[in-house]
């Protein structure tokens, strides 16, 4: 079965640490992965996606993420975090004729 | 510009009464899709539609209804036989093929 974990429900930084947001998929075909981001009361955002190639993606607002086939995991990192950064941030993946699966969300609090 | 617009921002609906929630895209996009978000959850598939006149039942699509007559359209009409409708409900929206998937702005709905 398809599935998505985000095994960190809700991570605290201090602003201007860096921040790393793990995200592990079991899935059959060969994935399309993506991170979103939520602020409350908003839709979703998308900061990146990786399809093919290069497995380091650059997306906005500073974040990265990297494909590593053989952990399946795609996780999301920003050298700096900012207290903008405080919001949801979702795990997907996808694949060509099929639905896309999210992951259950982290939740990511900044302390000044 | 191009988007998704989801309307009302806010519905309240007594007990027993159908409500209606409205996304209308202009991306040209083939596939639509309504979420379900509790709070603090993450998203959970209602209905979508990957061509005009047809459509798929989701994960938890028992209460829920969908039309799609026009490409641009996909309301989504909450019965009175969903028995826990208050939520915050997600439209989306795709090119199809497992492409990147772009979301409104989402609508609350409280049943009072």
């Known amino acids: 079965a398809q599935s998505v974990t985000q095994p960190d429900i809700h991570i605290t930084v201090s602003e201007g640490a860096s921040l790393e947001l793990r995200c592990n998929y079991s899935?059959?075909?060969?994935?399309?992965l993506f991170w979103y981001v939520q602020s409350p009361g908003q839709g979703l955002q998308l900061l990146l996606k990786?399809?093919?190639?290069?497995?380091l993606v650059q997306g906005i607002k500073g974040f990265e993420a990297e494909f590593k086939r053989s952990q399946s995991s795609f996780n999301l990192r920003k050298p700096s975090v900012h207290w903008s950064d405080a919001a949801e941030y979702f795990c997907a993946v996808g694949s060509y004729g099929q639905n896309f699966v999210f992951g259950p969300g982290t939740r990511l609090s900044v302390l000044p | 510009d191009g988007g998704i617009t989801q309307s009302p921002k806010y519905l309240f609906r007594k007990e027993g009464q159908n409500v209606t929630l409205s996304c209308e895209q202009n991306?040209?996009?083939?596939?639509m899709y309504w979420y379900r978000q509790d709070p603090g959850q993450g998203l959970r598939l209602i209905y979508y539609s990957q061509i005009v006149n047809d459509f798929q039942k989701g994960d938890i699509a028992e209460g829920y209804s969908v039309s799609r007559e026009k490409k641009e359209s996909f309301p989504l009409t909450v019965t009175s036989a969903q028995k826990n409708p208050t939520a915050f409900y997600l439209c989306?929206?795709?090119?199809?093929?497992?492409?990147?998937?772009?979301f409104g702005e989402g609508s609350w709905l409280t049943v009072v």
């Open positions: 991306l040209n996009h083939d596939a």
């Open positions: 989306a929206s795709t090119p199809g093929g497992g492409n990147t998937i772009y």
């Open positions: 899935y059959g075909a060969t994935p399309y």
């Open positions: 990786y399809f093919s190639g290069d497995t």
